[in-house]
């Protein structure tokens, strides 16, 4: 992104007053301009809906799949869906980061989980979740699909904060159930990560770290024993 200044002048000389004033803008903006530059046009969103999982598993089942956000800033309306965390220029000036896709961050993982499972050979229906469902909605809204394979992921946790380097706070849990809603297998992962510091200069390094922990806590969930299990077996 190129911003283009206009600078006061006469034919025969700048004018002082211009070039006073704009410094004192500067000097009350101060940071957020930093950041602002830092930045660029498209700066603040990850691409999650790009991650590739590999599973440790393969079938014809029919499977539904969802991902429910149960983060309580979300719930609560103090950010939108698509919220995913926050790159600081200082301890007083931060942006939001959001999906580069646009749509809601649960959306882009089950948009993930879905095309690893197809992949895999199953037969996949993607159902879209609002915020405002419990658990045990979300399990009738995946059950409408009369898959044989009930696939749930709950994103209690996802935030990543970039200042020097980038931290990830995570907490994602998996659940299988078969058609009448009885636990096939289960999975959790939490905790709060500092990912690679040599991204710290590069928009394109951050994202793809970003990329590569989500990748990582997703093929985790899915080769938990209990998970695969259920994956390989008629429900």
Same mark, same amino acid.
């Given at each position: 992104m190129q911003d283009e200044v206009e600078r006061a002048h006469t034919r025969r000389h700048f004018s002082a007053a211009p070039l006073t004033a704009a410094r004192g803008v500067l000097a009350r903006i101060g940071a957020g301009i930093v950041l602002?530059?830092?930045?660029g046009c498209g700066g603040t969103g990850v691409a999650y809906d790009r991650v590739q999982i590999n599973l440790p598993f393969v079938g014809k089942q029919h499977i539904a799949?969802?991902?429910l956000d149960q983060r309580p800033s979300i719930r609560s309306g103090e950010h939108t869906a698509t919220f995913t965390g926050t790159l600081r220029s200082d301890a007083a000036h931060s942006v939001d980061v959001a999906t580069a896709s646009g749509h809601a961050f649960a959306d882009d993982v089950s948009e993930v989980v879905a095309r690893g499972l197809s992949r895999s050979g199953y037969w996949v229906d993607r159902?879209?979740?609002d915020a405002s469902l419990s658990e045990q909605q979300a399990f009738g809204e995946l059950r409408g699909t009369e898959?044989?394979?009930l696939a749930l992921l709950v994103i209690r946790e996802w935030e990543t904060t970039t200042f020097q380097n980038t931290e990830v706070r995570y907490d994602l849990d998996l659940e299988i159930k078969n058609s009448a809603g009885a636990l096939q297998g289960e999975?959790? !992962?939490?905790?709060?990560? +500092?990912?690679p510091p040599a991204h710290s200069?590069?928009?394109?390094? !951050?994202?793809?770290?970003? +990329?590569?922990a989500l990748e990582q806590k997703l093929n985790l969930l899915f080769a938990e024993p209990r998970v695969v299990s259920a994956f390989e077996r008629e429900l």
């Open positions: 602002s530059l830092v930045v799949v969802a991902a159902v879209t979740l898959a044989s394979h999975s959790s !992962r939490r905790g709060s990560d +500092q990912l200069d590069s928009e394109d390094a !951050r994202e793809r770290a970003i +990329q590569s």
